[in-house]
């Protein structure tokens, strides 16, 4: 059976410093690169065959640490970036003779970039919550359908995260690949609500660690048989 990876990025330098960080790309910190390689060790048993990523270097640089640390993941394969996962007819600079048993095909899309976060971005958190109340601020991260000033609300990010999925990564479990995404707290979010059919108001308790893998087992109807956190 097909096994889907969730697979939130690692710490980012951001993320330490406790900032509000959305769509401003900023890199993993050293031990964000270390969480990456843990969730590699982790998955040494799995394989993967196709994966995808946000257009944030955070979950590009998360994905070919978690698939380059422990070669075995790959099967031997060599992950390359496929740079335009919106298009389905692709005909771009980077074409060559595919030998597909020899590549794993790595699927960056802004369709699993972060939630937007407006005006916070580059604010610290705590320093807003004590500015704008903490029950505000906790509705800003947390709720389904209040956008934070000037950002997009969860629901908007589910908006284009889960067609996404659906339409293109969902087809790939259907035909028996296995599949790792290296995304964002509340892009991965917004799928795992989809996927486990959580209604809104069971959203705000679901919180993501960075670099901890979620594995999935899907049947050929792309429905959900079980899942696994690898938080050990
Ligand atoms: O700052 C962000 O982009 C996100 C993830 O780090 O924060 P939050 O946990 O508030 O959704």
Redesign the pocket.
């Given at each position: 059976m097909p096994i889907l990876i969730l697979l939130r990025h690692g710490q980012?330098l951001?993320?330490a410093d406790n900032?509000?960080?959305?769509w401003?790309d900023v890199p993993l910190s050293e031990r964000g690169r270390a969480e990456a390689t843990i969730a590699s060790c982790k998955l040494r048993d799995y394989r993967v065959d196709v994966c995808y990523t946000s257009l944030l270097f955070r979950a590009m640089e998360t994905a070919v640490i978690c698939l380059t640390e422990c070669d075995d993941i790959c099967g031997g394969k060599t992950p390359i970036f496929k740079h335009d996962a919106d298009d389905p007819d692709w005909h771009g600079w980077d074409r060559y003779q595919v030998d597909p048993t020899k590549e794993l095909p790595i699927f960056p899309s802004s369709k699993l970039d972060?939630?937007y976060?407006g005006d916070?971005?580059g604010l610290n958190?705590a320093e807003t919550a004590a500015k704008f109340g903490q029950e505000q601020v906790q509705e800003?991260?947390?709720s389904f359908d209040v956008r934070p000033p000037g950002g997009e609300s969860l629901e908007d990010t589910m908006n284009r995260a889960v067609p996404f999925f659906c339409d293109r990564i969902l087809p790939h479990l259907k035909q028996g690949d296995n599949v790792l995404i290296s995304a964002?707290?509340?892009s991965l979010r917004a799928i795992i609500m989809y996927l486990d059919r959580l209604a809104p108001e069971e959203v705000p308790g679901l919180e993501l660690m960075t670099g901890v893998p979620i594995v999935y087992d899907i049947d050929a109807q792309g429905n959900v048989v079980h899942k696994q956190v690898l938080d050990k």
């Open positions: 980012s951001w993320n900032l509000f960080t959305g401003v972060e939630r976060y916070l971005q958190k800003w991260r947390r964002h707290g509340n």
